[in-house]
């Protein structure tokens, strides 16, 4: 049977989702519960689950799963309480141990965006890119500022990084150098997916953001500032952040953290009607970065600006469909204190501060061998829903 | 039996491939030929293609049939040519009047790009958006710049594309409004569609950049000028351009345009060594654009100064992963012809100089009702192979 530890991330509250493969290399749903993993697969083709088609359960990702909405993955997730609550000893023949399975990219992401929604971050970011007096543009506290990433490259927590390649002009040369970045950088962010469809053409209103919201992970999302710096103007990030995103394996459901919700910043001006949102929007979730075994950021998503129900209002309000499975950045998640910064960029000053770690050895970025491990977790009134980590390990350029 | 006429875009010569469907719905492969279509999907059932397995015709798209790789899906051209050329009387039964076919997104887009080639546009562009008199940024001659674009909202030739609304702030404003796009815009663009895979991590040499493209498309790349304007400092177009692009539904095998190829413009300053192509790289491919029944542009892809092979290097130099389907598009194409601009933001000058139609209205913007079409075709020798059409009309923007 399970262990549920005190502190574990993944409590009879959680239930997150994620794809696992065991011995079988099939790729099976499975939900987090404790030290081990409940195969939901193989309990739906038993027939613990009646509302839910056999079919949703084989295409290895959530997609088909998510897209039998709410209503049956809640119901799912009720059920499974209730089971566990009850001790039922039918458990136990879907309960794997989470060491002695693989674990997959949850989703089948159709488009990536990344959002921009830290007013801490943008500041700090703007003041080193851009205008030390003028580091916030105009347009950000009207706009959830966001762009399309890449869905390619898009891989799971423990995937290694391969360090990029390409054009570098620092300000004191006159022409671009092709070379490995020497400015490679995490972002700590989290992402959610999206839970349910708009058709093209229509908007989804800010009230009922939080029906497309399906759940939320980790996600790193490794930028080579130098490749960044020089291509960025005027069709901003490309190839300084398309090589690779991580993302942690288990989805929070969104209705796990509902108990964690609190009232976001002030905004100030006020946001134009359709982004008004009503109520405690932000989630109270403490979030950590390491590099290899040193601490190197405390922060928390409760600091953002913009929240997802403005995003999801503002991504749609020009007619833009969005898919089930698409992955929506929250952007590089920065507190105000010193210690909780969400990016190498900000924590080294743009490289001019060293970071020491605790070998002794110092960083401004990224070094070959270096790895980055992000972790979260709400807690409150002795309930705890933690986010598992994504991790990535650096390794060198390629040869060319 | 099909007819070809002697002007028809699609020749013998030509042969491109695409998705249809008739009374049956099922979504089946087609190839164009004159004034029919030459039923794919049914000839492989019946064995007249034994390279190909009849499961990559069953998905609704190429992507399947695209990864059996060059050698066959070339083959497949091949032999329908000398099938047709030998006037053979077994074809009738898989013809089909294209006329009575509806046609579908030939591909699933995992992935879509927008470079910014052409010299002419991103000079015009910035001279309106930024400074007249450093138009063109310092990266521009240095790379082939791009940015990620919407996958979600890519739609087929005729597809009605809903007047966007969004954030606006005339300059003259200190605050932004939100109301329905006064600046709705096309681009001409083609776009072409990547057919081998590289892994994440790997680059794609320039010189075998020319087996990733599978074939090529018409693209209108629709644009919200006002929106864009307020949003896109500093990560890049949003809003103004992610409600909809539209793609013309046969996709041009890359070996039915390598006969006009052609050289492309001197690159000055020289090109760091990833992106230096050896050889005519550039297509003389005609382009034009009409606004309802009135021509707006005459414009030609033989101007671009980057062509698709640098773009495919640049695109993976940092290890970013490409996917068969994946879409790229060109940017807008202008020459240095007044009648050869590619938006209207250039023809109207930023919407200060009105655009006469030949109905004695005027246009500085597309209006509600107005249809857009673009269509292409190269032709030397006798030798003639068109893309058709991608056209699409404005609807109303919807009522909130």
Not at 373 to 397: H, M, N, W
Request: aromatic letters at 10%; one cysteine or more; hydrophobic letters at 35%.
């Amino acid at each position: 049977m399970f262990k549920i530890e005190a502190n574990s991330d993944f409590s009879i509250h959680n239930l997150p989702y994620g794809i696992f493969s065991d011995k079988t290399e099939d790729k099976r749903i499975g939900i987090a519960i404790g030290d081990s993993v409940f195969d939901l697969t193989t309990a739906v083709k038993d027939g613990i689950f009646d509302q839910v088609p056999y079919e949703c359960m084989l295409t290895g990702t959530l997609n088909e799963f998510i897209k039998l909405g709410k209503s049956i993955t809640n119901g799912v997730r009720t059920k499974l309480q209730s089971l566990i609550a009850s001790e039922d000893s039918s458990l136990n023949k879907y309960i794997v141990k989470q060491e002695a399975v693989t674990m997959h990219l949850p989703v089948q992401v159709g488009d990536y965006t990344d959002f921009y929604s830290s007013e801490e971050h943008a500041t700090n970011v703007g003041k080193l890119y851009r205008d030390p007096e003028n580091a916030l543009m105009p347009n950000w506290k009207h706009i959830p500022v966001g762009y399309h990433g890449r869905s390619s490259s898009i891989v799971v927590d423990g995937t290694n990084i391969v360090r990029p390649q390409g054009q570098i002009k620092p300000s004191k040369l006159d022409s671009p150098f092709f070379g490995p970045t020497e400015a490679l950088d995490f972002e700590l962010e989290t992402g959610f997916i999206i839970g349910k469809e708009n058709k093209q053409g229509s908007s989804i209103p800010v009230e009922e953001a939080e029906e497309y919201i399906f759940g939320m992970v980790l996600l790193n999302d490794w930028s080579a500032r130098d490749i960044q710096k020089w291509e960025y103007v005027p069709l901003g990030p490309f190839l300084g952040k398309n090589f690779a995103t991580s993302i942690s394996p288990w989805v929070i459901p969104y209705e796990a953290l509902k108990p964690f919700l609190v009232k976001g910043p002030e905004q100030n001006p006020p946001v134009l009607d359709y982004l008004k949102v009503v109520g405690n929007k932000n989630i109270d979730l403490k979030l950590q970065v390491k590099i290899n075994n040193t601490i190197v950021s405390n922060s928390n998503f409760k600091y953002m600006y913009w929240n997802m129900n403005q995003q999801i209002a503002h991504h749609s309000v020009n007619g833009c469909n969005l898919r089930i499975g698409d992955l929506m950045g929250s952007g590089t998640i920065s507190g105000k204190d010193e210690s909780a910064l969400g990016s190498l960029l900000e924590i080294s000053r743009g490289g001019k501060k060293k970071v020491a770690l605790n070998d002794g050895s110092y960083r401004t970025f990224l070094e070959d061998g270096d790895t980055v491990t992000l972790t979260g977790y709400c807690e409150k009134d002795g309930k705890r829903v933690g986010f598992g980590k994504v991790s990535g390990q650096i390794l060198p350029a390629k040869k060319n």
